[in-house]
């Protein structure tokens, strides 16, 4: 029981997160270090290698160490098999929470092999592990909505001025989780994190393991080493910040995605993680509350930092990219009434604004 009857707090556990000096990994870390709970960090600053300096997420390692008393960071790949399960057998996990990964759709098709052995494989190392050394740790895998492929795509839309929406007003709540998951074009990043995402459902289905899959939209916060190719927002600011120009792949600059802050998907862990639910789906991200097509983020960061941001227009789409996703909260909210969105775009805008380098 990770839950002591009554109290406010999970009691004293042992954590590890990996992709701990990523976005949503190094907000888990805060949380959990400011419970009072060891908490181990698993990450090798592999999205330096995949996206280059600006991609470094050396900065949020050694804020947390600095900041966090009860951090650990442990220099490990997730792919290495011998040394994971070493950690594991060592330590016994009350809870793991699985956030390293090759992020990017566009990437992943310059290094499928790359892509498919951190994203699968890798997961597939850490289910096991688990398995084998700490079975009754609840274990949270970090998926997304891209192993729904660009089915999303076939909900009817209609255009309006700064966006497109659903058409139908059953779908105004966004993409449930039985959308399907085949016949769809994925790219090859999210044809990885769709097999990871089957095989942790297996281990909570077939293993029994306490297993919980998020779906995530758009996931934003300050702490994100945002580049072209991952991190939306976080890159939108910092171009926009710098006075660059913003390059907008399709769709007429109109297509929609919904953003969560870190601290929200955190809470939302937090909940699955008091009363778990092995095997269970969930999409999480901002919702329809926080939901803004290209053109209207920009807008909005355009008034809050009070100057034009430059834009470039491509017409063509990103491969498999979705037009309009919205994330249908309402499963999550059904099992877990507690949970609530705590940060709008808008606070979530600002914040980040105002943590931004000048
Ligand atoms: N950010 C988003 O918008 C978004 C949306 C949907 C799903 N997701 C998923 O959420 C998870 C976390 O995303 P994020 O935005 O925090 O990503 P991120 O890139 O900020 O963090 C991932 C971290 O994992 C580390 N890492 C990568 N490969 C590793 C390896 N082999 N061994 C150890 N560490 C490794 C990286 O160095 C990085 O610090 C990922 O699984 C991602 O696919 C993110």
């Not at 600053?45 to 951090?71: I, K, S, Y």
């Not at 095989?199 to 580049?227: D, P, W």
Request: proline share 4%; with cysteine; charged share 25%.
């Amino acid at each position: 029981m990770l839950w002591g009857d009554g109290v406010a707090k999970l009691r004293p556990v042992k954590v590890l997160v990996t992709g701990s000096s990523g976005l949503i990994g190094s907000e888990a870390v805060r949380h959990f270090d400011g419970e009072g709970h060891a908490v181990f960090g698993m990450d090798n600053n592999m999205r330096r290698e995949f996206f280059g300096p600006a991609g470094d997420t050396r900065w949020v390692q050694q804020m947390l160490q600095q900041q966090c008393p009860h951090f650990t960071h442990l220099e490990m790949d997730i792919r290495d098999r011998p040394r994971v399960f070493e950690l594991f057998k060592r330590e016994c996990f009350d809870l793991v929470v699985h956030c390293a990964a090759q992020p990017s759709h566009d990437k992943a098709r310059e290094i499928p092999l790359v892509d498919f052995e951190v994203n699968a494989l890798g997961t597939l190392n850490l289910l096991e592990a688990t398995r084998q050394h700490s079975p009754e740790a609840v274990f949270i895998f970090m998926s997304t909505n891209k192993v729904y492929g660009d089915a999303p795509n076939e909900i009817p839309l209609r255009e309006l001025p700064t966006r497109w929406d659903y058409a139908r007003p059953e779908d105004y709540n966004g993409v449930r989780e039985d959308c399907r998951i085949d016949r769809s074009l994925h790219s090859v990043f999210g044809a990885s994190k769709t097999a990871a995402d089957i095989m942790a459902q297996e281990y909570g289905r077939y293993f029994g393991l306490k297993v919980g899959i998020f779906r995530g939209g758009c996931l934003t916060g300050e702490n994100h080493s945002g580049v072209q190719l991952h991190g939306f927002l976080s890159y939108l600011l910092k171009v926009a910040e710098a006075g660059g120009t913003y390059t907008i792949f399709g769709y007429k600059g109109k297509q929609v995605r919904d953003q969560i802050h870190s601290v929200d998907v955190i809470s939302a862990f937090v909940e699955f993680a008091r009363n778990p639910r092995p095997g269970e789906v969930y999409n999480l991200g901002g919702g329809r509350a926080n939901s803004a097509s290209i053109l209207e983020c920009l807008d909005k960061i355009e008034a809050l930092l009070g100057k034009r941001v430059a834009r470039n227009y491509v017409d063509q789409p990103r491969l498999g990219d979705h037009i309009c996703y919205i994330s249908d909260l309402r499963k999550f909210k059904s099992h877990y009434p507690n949970w609530r969105l705590q940060w709008s775009l808008d606070q979530i805008l600002e914040r980040m604004a105002r943590s931004a380098p000048s």
